[in-house]
Every structure is written in structure tokens, then in C-alpha cells.
């Protein structure tokens, strides 16, 4: 059995580990630095191109990031904290664009338009006064909205043309929408890294057990899955960020602040078409309402998609129920991750959400025509014929206990550290990749806290995020001033006036 020491050990190879993998070698390039996959590709789960929507989440046209309170008032908050999120990751990009560490924007981020589209007049009613709450601040002044069916047709004239306008309709439009190939994008970083002294990549290598030495390194058994040959590596610092496989992985590691958390996984489908014709009528990311019971990821939505510079749409996602917690995964994921301190929450969780309990098991007994309907709500003359089915990847939503002891199913994301500093694991969905620099941030914050209040890596984490340590919310000026060069930067605007 080999054996190799380093400062960090990061699991997993997606958004998550490659973009602390960069962070962490621009604050000390002196850093050891070793990323295992299970698999033989970087970024071939829930980062891949085709696992996800693609959408640069910035709330400006998902609904789901703002709730309607009983009283009828519009919850925002979740929107401003996403949208201030998906800036600092536009400034990282552009700082590593600037640097000459990505390759041109368009590789991995290119400009779709992202609007909400809803109809009936009290969606119509909901929309407007969300509209009128988000477009009055800084983060959200450039936004556009419109109940004229003409304009519409401007919009999204694939959605608008030839439809039969029996009831009332509106969106909204912010022309800097992105897309995003985050599996493009992780690849990129790691080449980056790979050019980089004290960085290591090891592909279809899986974490087989943990244990951890009196002074606190970690001590991580890996086999490698071509020739059953084991090793370990002792790490200073351990990172999971292995998408749903960071539950089990975060269990084994048996630290306490792990007790009581569950997984429940959701998987996902799209239609696709790539008939130029079709393709070519449409250049948005629309998005509607979800469904009663429906969870977050599964918001209705007929997107633009760039994919190594071949353009695509999609439509959906459709939700699916498996005890997979990676698409390439096992079936006993989910059954192995049942403890005696999370069992409760689970059984609490299944009880109270029954809604998403029926409205998964309807969606797995959609028919192709089924689903095609469904598209037809938001593309009037859509064919069965021009469109075929994809599998997403899979999305494990957090089941954790509240304060008063009782199961939760949360559709965040969320940090788990220890309390020595020494690990941290990642686990949740939605808004994932595209919030992956401030998240990566905050596992930075948590366990290296004593390196990042030195003024080396103080400045440095300036220059690769310039409002770090400021707010996007509250300082208008600061954000119209880094989103005017994160937009010219990306090209995605570069007619953004600050």
C-alpha cells in the first residue's frame, strides 16, 4: 500500500472541489493539493453539462427564490441573497479570465436573456408586484416587464407565436442572463491546477475508510477502481464535495456535527431538441411556476442551452424518485445512509410531505406525450416527434433536524465543518455551481481562519473578488461598479451602463 502526506484533500472533482482547489492555490501557491474521483472524468455528475440546467442562478427570472406569504406579501429575500451569490462568482470568473487561467468566455459562459413567463390573472397579479419590489433596487434596476402580448412576441416569439390569448399574460426580462457549461468550466480549472506545482489528480479512486490521527490529520484509505490497489493519504484538511455522495462519506467520517443529517434524492429529466429550426427560435431562459408539492429543482422551464458552441433546448425538468444518491450511483444509497440518529427526521420528513411524495410518483408515471403536453403549455405547436428524452443527474436534498428536534427537509445548500477546522463537507442542491466561489469562500472562512486574516491572503482575496468583505445588497454603487466589469469581462453585456 502507497502512502503520501498533503495540506488538502479535496473529494470529488465538480464545481465545488475544483473551484476551492483554485481558490486555495491562488491564496498560497505553496499548498499540496490532491483531488480523487471515483470516476475516470472530471465533472461527469451533477457539474456535466447535461446534469443540470445551465442557468447562471441570480434569481432574476426563477420564482421559486420568491415565495408569496399567506398575507399575499412577496418574500425577497432569498433572491437578493442568490443574486449578490452569482456576483461574487462572475467576479472570480472574470478575475481568472483576466489572469489567463480560463480560456475566452465563451467555453464556458455565454449570454441567454432570463425571463419568467406566467399566465392567469392572479399569476399575472403576482408577478407585477414582484417586478415592482425587485426592479426598485440597484440588483435588479435593469429588469423589464411587460403584459403586452406584442412585446412578449419579442421575447420569446417560440412561446408567444400562434398562441390562442384566452387569458391574461406577463413576464419579465433582464437581457445579462447567462448560461453556464459548469462541467466546461470545473474542466478548465483543473487543467489550470494540473499546470500548477504540488497538485495531484487521481481519477477512478474512491474513499474506502477514514480515521483520523491524534494530532488531527486525516488519514484517507483510496482504491483505485481499475486495479483494486489501496493507498492512503494523510491530509491536513479534508473537503467533501462529492455532490450526493457527501452524506455517506461525511457519516463515515463519524464527526459529530454530522449526527442527524439525512439525504432525500430526486432525480431529474429533460426533453431535448436540437432541430436548427426550432433551436433558432428561441434564445431565453424561461421559467414559469412549479407545481403544487413540487420541489425547487423541479420549476418548469424552456431554456437556451450553448454546449461546446452547439446551441440546444430543453424543457423541464421532470422529477423522478430513486434511492440513488449519484446518477451513477447504487440503489442502496439511500437505505445505507439510514442511521439511528437520522432515522426520525427521515420518517418525520416522509410523513409531512406527502404533496411531493404524490407529485414524484406522477411524474414517473408521465408517458413521452405526457411530458410533451406539459412543454406544450410553454410551446403551443411542440411535436412529439422533435423532442427526446435526457437524464439529469441526481440532486440529494438536506433532511435535517429544526430547533426543536423535528425532521426538515431543506432544497439548499449547506456547510458542514468540524469543530477542529479540519473538515468540511458540502451537501444540497439548488442553487449549487453557480454559488460555488461564496460557498467556497465560507468553507475557506470557517477552517482556515487564522492564514486568511493575514494581510497576504486578505489582498489576495481582494483582488480575485473585489467586494469581498462588503455588501452587494446595501452598496448599490459598489455592485453597479463590479457587475459593469464582470459583464464586459464574460461578454455578456458589455453595453451595461453602471
Request: glycine share 8%.
Amino acid at each position: 500500500m502507497t502512502s503520501k502526506s498533503v495540506d488538502v484533500l479535496l473529494v470529488g472533482a465538480g464545481a465545488m472541489s475544483t473551484t476551492l482547489g483554485v481558490l486555495l492555490k491562488q491564496l498560497d501557491p505553496s499548498l499540496t493539493i490532491t483531488m480523487v474521483e471515483r470516476l475516470d472524468h472530471v465533472a461527469e455528475e451533477s457539474t456535466d453539462a447535461m446534469n443540470n440546467a445551465g442557468t447562471g442562478h441570480a434569481a432574476y427570472c426563477e420564482l421559486n427564490y420568491t415565495s408569496q406569504n399567506d398575507d399575499g406579501s412577496i418574500n425577497t429575500d432569498k433572491a437578493f441573497a442568490i443574486n449578490a451569490a452569482f456576483e461574487t462568482s462572475l467576479q472570480f470568473w472574470s478575475y481568472l479570465v483576466e489572469q489567463g487561467h480560463l480560456p475566452e468566455p465563451h467555453n464556458f459562459i455565454n449570454n441567454v436573456p432570463h425571463q419568467s413567463f406566467v399566465m392567469g390573472e392572479e399569476n399575472v397579479a403576482f408577478l407585477r408586484r414582484r417586478f415592482e419590489i425587485l426592479s426598485a433596487t440597484p440588483q435588479f434596476s435593469e429588469m423589464e416587464y411587460s403584459e403586452d402580448p406584442d412585446v412578449l412576441r419579442q421575447w420569446m416569439p417560440l412561446i408567444m407565436n400562434n398562441r390562442d390569448i384566452t387569458e391574461p399574460v406577463a413576464a419579465t426580462r433582464v437581457r445579462y442572463g447567462s448560461d453556464v457549461n459548469f462541467g466546461a468550466l470545473a474542466r478548465n480549472m483543473v487543467r489550470y491546477l494540473e499546470q500548477q506545482e504540488g497538485f495531484d489528480l487521481q481519477l477512478s479512486h474512491s474513499v474506502e475508510d477514514l480515521s483520523q490521527y491524534s494530532d488531527g490529520d486525516w488519514r484517507v484509505e483510496l482504491k483505485n477502481g481499475h486495479t483494486g490497489e489501496k493507498e492512503h493519504i494523510r491530509t491536513k484538511f479534508l473537503f467533501f464535495g462529492a455532490g450526493g455522495g457527501a452524506l455517506p462519506l461525511l457519516q463515515m467520517s463519524g464527526i459529530p456535527e454530522g449526527d442527524g443529517y439525512g439525504g432525500f434524492p430526486v432525480s431529474g429529466q429533460w426533453l431535448v431538441c436540437k432541430k436548427p429550426e426550432i433551436v433558432e427560435q428561441h434564445m431565453a431562459k424561461v421559467y414559469g411556476q412549479a407545481p403544487i408539492g413540487a420541489p425547487p429543482m423541479s420549476v418548469p422551464h424552456l431554456d437556451s442551452r450553448i454546449i461546446d458552441g452547439k446551441r440546444a433546448l430543453l424543457f423541464g425538468p421532470f422529477a423522478g424518485f430513486t434511492t440513488k444518491f449519484l446518477k451513477k450511483g447504487s440503489a442502496l444509497d439511500m437505505p445505507l445512509s439510514m442511521r439511528l440518529n437520522n432515522l426520525k427526521p427521515i420518517m418525520q420528513v416522509g410523513a409531512k410531505n406527502m404533496d411531493l411524495t404524490r407529485y414524484l410518483i406522477s411524474e414517473v408515471m408521465q408517458s413521452h406525450s405526457d411530458r410533451v403536453d406539459s412543454l406544450r403549455r410553454f410551446y403551443p405547436e411542440a411535436k412529439d416527434e422533435d423532442w427526446e428524452l435526457s437524464y439529469a443527474g441526481q440532486r440529494v436534498q438536506i433532511i435535517k433536524k429544526n430547533e426543536k428536534g423535528q425532521g426538515k427537509l431543506e432544497f439548499g445548500t449547506e456547510v458542514i465543518s468540524s469543530a477542529d477546522k479540519r473538515l468540511a463537507a458540502l451537501l444540497g442542491a439548488s442553487p449549487g455551481a453557480s454559488t460555488a466561489t461564496p460557498t467556497m469562500i465560507n468553507v475557506i472562512e470557517r477552517c482556515f481562519p487564522e492564514r486568511l486574516a493575514t494581510p497576504e491572503w486578505q489582498a489576495k482575496m481582494k483582488q480575485m473578488v473585489p467586494s469581498y468583505g462588503q455588501s452587494l445588497i446595501e452598496d448599490g454603487q459598489l455592485l453597479r461598479s463590479v457587475r459593469k466589469r464582470t459583464l464586459s469581462t464574460l461578454n455578456l453585456d458589455r453595453d451595461y451602463q453602471a
